[in-house]
């Protein structure tokens, strides 16, 4: 499978632990994206990458996550010391770099609940 | 503030028939609008897309209509199958390169086809 794969699908933490989600994109893609969808919601834009650089992070990006790419390829996102709020899916994208017809693929996601 | 809406939360449709899906935007710039798939629990699949300079996009049974003016699209599904029965989501985003692959989301229509 050469599409963009996420792990863990499903993650459940107590409430002030830490979690880490990783993102594996599709191999010859040098943007990354990661997104969060809560219930009844579209997906929401946190940050993204061009190779290893993080070039934009959201306001909804608080100072407990954090997202790297070390070497432009597979990138982690980590929570720090959760909150009940956390509690969505974390949605990992990829693609080229703009241009027409460049499509943006989405991971399966990971589901965090957080109790 | 919402800059891509989906007015419409749910939509049933025989199978057979056409479903037709909208989608107003705010933002000017947006210049790329893309229509992604979702089943509970899966990352969003990317269905069809359509630039600026075109007002029609066809493939297969989808075809999406972009009204430039009015600041309006929408997603033709004919004819609707049983398997389409998910949400469908809008997306757009602006192809300058600092901005390529930010989508801004509506909030999803849930279509149900039924026999």
């Known amino acids: 499978d050469t599409g963009v794969s996420q792990d863990p699908r499903h993650k459940i933490t107590k409430r002030g632990q830490n979690v880490t989600f990783r993102c594996d994109p599709i191999?010859?893609?040098?943007?990354l994206y990661w997104y969060r969808q809560t219930l009844g919601q579209g997906p929401e834009f946190l940050t993204y990458?061009?190779?290893?650089?993080?070039?934009?992070k959201s306001r909804l990006l608080s100072d407990r996550f954090s997202a790297e790419r070390p070497k432009g390829s597979f990138s982690t996102l980590e929570i720090q010391r959760t909150e009940q709020g956390d509690s969505a899916m974390y949605l990992c994208a990829s693609s080229l770099a703009a241009g027409s017809g460049n499509t943006i693929y989405f991971g399966e996601g990971s589901w965090l609940t957080v109790v | 503030d919402q800059q891509v809406k989906q007015n419409s939360p749910s939509l049933s449709v025989q199978e057979g028939r056409i479903s037709i899906l909208n989608c107003d935007y705010t933002?000017?710039?947006?210049?790329?609008f893309l229509w992604y798939k979702k089943y509970p629990a899966e990352g969003p699949t990317f269905l069809i897309s359509?630039?600026?300079?075109?007002d029609k996009n066809e493939d297969g049974r989808f075809t999406v209509f972009l009204n430039k003016s009015a600041k309006h699209l929408s997603l033709h599904i004919v004819p609707s199958q049983p398997g389409d029965s998910a949400v469908y989501f809008c997306a757009a985003s602006d192809m300058t390169t600092d901005s390529w692959g930010k989508l801004q989301f509506g909030a999803g229509t849930q279509v149900v086809v039924t026999p």
């Open positions: 933002n000017s710039m947006f210049d790329y």
């Open positions: 990458f061009q190779n290893e650089a993080q070039l934009e």
């Open positions: 191999s010859e893609h040098n943007r």
């Open positions: 359509i630039s600026s300079i075109k």
